[in-house]
Structures are given as structure tokens and as C-alpha cells.
């Protein structure tokens, strides 16, 4: 079974930075696409940032210079570095991995529980 484990919200000023991290951990061969989405109440999951298993990354425009995506693939990690952080940036952050558990078996998605970042004006 595959877990994704993420850590690193919490409540920061406007202006603040935070780190978030996500590590995949069980049956896992091989990772694809890692990645952060956010979802507000009531509204849609969007795309945050994604990189590829060769580091391509790609971002949603209103996060442009101020995130960075990074990941480390001997530790199956995925890292969201927020800098210059706004109150428009609090909602709950969900990481996002496509793994494939086996040579067997095809890529599935998988979610993280979420993790809330509050930035505060």
C-alpha cells in the first residue's frame, strides 16, 4: 500500500514563507509526476506546481516567482517551497504523486491528507 505523507502548513503572516513536504512511503517501483494542488471550500481542486521524474516543472500562473517545486527521488519526496506568501494562498494543500507500485502494475494517482497553510494580512 502506498502512503503519501505530507507536513509543513501551518498559520504565517503575509510576507512569511513556508515549506511544505510530502513523502511517498510502501510499495512503490517507480514515481512519475509529483505534484501540490490546493482546494478551497465549495471550490475545485486546482494545480499548484508539478515536476516531472527529470525535473520539468510547471506552475499555475498566480504562484509564479514566489514557489518553487523540488523533489528528491532517492527519498520519494516532493518539497513546495512558498515564499512572499498572501492571504489569497490559504486553503488546504494536497500533495499528489503518480506511482506505479510494481513492474506489473500500471501508474495510479495518489493523494496526500492535506495540510492547511494560513496566511494572515
Known amino acids: 500500500q502506498v502512503q503519501l505523507v505530507e507536513s509543513g502548513g501551518g498559520l504565517v503572516q503575509a510576507g512569511d514563507s513556508l515549506r511544505l513536504s510530502c513523502a511517498a512511503s510502501?510499495?512503490?517501483?517507480?514515481?512519475?509526476?509529483m505534484g501540490w494542488y490546493r482546494q478551497a471550500p465549495g471550490k475545485q481542486r486546482e494545480l499548484v506546481a508539478t515536476?516531472?521524474?527529470?525535473?520539468?516543472?510547471n506552475y499555475r500562473d498566480s504562484v509564479k516567482g514566489r514557489f518553487t517545486i523540488s523533489r528528491d527521488n532517492a527519498k520519494n519526496t516532493v518539497y513546495l517551497q512558498m515564499n512572499s506568501l498572501k492571504p489569497e494562498d490559504t486553503t488546504v494543500y494536497y500533495c499528489?504523486?503518480?506511482?506505479?507500485?510494481?513492474?506489473?502494475?500500471?501508474?495510479?494517482?495518489?493523494w496526500g491528507q492535506g495540510t492547511q497553510v494560513t496566511v494572515s494580512s
Open positions: 499528489h504523486a503518480n506511482i506505479r507500485a510494481s513492474a506489473r502494475t500500471y501508474y495510479t494517482d495518489y
Open positions: 510502501g510499495s512503490i517501483f517507480d514515481i512519475d509526476v
Open positions: 515536476i516531472t521524474r527529470g525535473g520539468r516543472t
